[in-house]
């Protein structure tokens, strides 16, 4: 709530709105050197909630499953069926299964942070984990690939059949930025962004209804009404988010594998 205040308004009292510098929190503790700030807390407490879901729900599997193991397993076989089999197949999609598991889930509880009391930030609103899992999903997609085909995955990538030879001095440099250069970095931004500006959006929305209603006052209270409301509705909107963008994350990189093992390569 200090936090909140602060954003709110200035040392005259005028409205502060959102900066950037909150996604580059102040240094909380420090642990045998390693230095531990508001975001990397909020990444710890979401791998322990995700750890802890999947360990109680999964410990004591019963053939008539009770509700939380059906939670659990509705999740699970919604990665397996809609993401993993839907684009490999059943052999490849049992292959990959555990890779994409692991991002849906990873990015879901990081997303969805940014929406809970307390926290109030995403755990993907700052580079280094989208970063990492573009990095896991691109190696990857080219280990899928190289297994596949180990001669002539390279050689498909940037030089497709069917193309007329002298366009490949046109095609391949576009292939190439396309295929291994953007994949990752649009994998990265898509994630980003999208946390960064709900993020932004949210502090936004209640700093300012903070600010109409406790410093500005009078009148000014309707429009604190006003933004409290637009606040509340885009907080189930990044719900949404939070939830479509793990599963495009999830979704691309199965598209990205099932290119690498596709027959023609």
């Keep these: 709530m200090n936090l909140l205040v602060q954003a709110a308004s200035s040392e005259d009292g005028s409205f502060q709105g959102p900066s950037i510098n909150e996604f580059f929190p102040p240094t909380l503790f420090t642990i045998g050197g390693l230095e531990f700030n508001r975001i990397i807390v909020v990444r710890l407490l979401a791998t322990i909630a995700l750890l802890l879901i999947f360990w109680l729900g999964t410990r004591r599997m019963k053939l008539i499953p009770g509700r939380f193991q059906s939670v659990v397993e509705m999740g699970l076989d919604f990665v397996r069926v809609n993401i993993a089999e839907d684009l490999l197949g059943k052999k490849d999609g049992r292959r990959f299964l555990p890779l994409l598991t692991t991002i849906f889930f990873m990015v879901l ?46 050689k498909n990538a940037l030089f497709p059949p069917g193309v007329p030879w002298f366009l490949y001095i046109i095609v391949t440099p576009i292939e190439f930025v396309s295929t291994f250069i953007l994949r990752p970095i649009t994998l990265t ?73 596709a027959e023609e390569h």
Excluded: C, D
């Design 109 to 154: 509880f990081f997303n969805i942070t940014g929406i809970i009391p307390f926290l109030n930030i995403a755990g993907t609103s700052v580079i280094a984990v989208p970063l990492l899992l573009a990095i896991v999903a691109y190696v990857t997609f080219i280990y899928a690939g190289i297994k596949k085909s180990p001669a002539n995955f390279f």
């Design 189 to 261: 931004l898509r994630l980003l962004m999208n946390m960064v500006v709900g993020h932004l959006l949210l502090v936004l929305f209640f700093t300012a209804t903070w600010f109409f209603f406790f410093t500005a006052g009078g009148w000014w209270s309707l429009f604190g009404i006003g933004t409290f409301a637009f606040g509340f509705v885009f907080t189930l909107f990044e719900i949404l988010v939070a939830v479509l963008q793990a599963y495009v994350f999830a979704l691309l990189t199965a598209v990205y594998i099932q290119l690498a093992v």
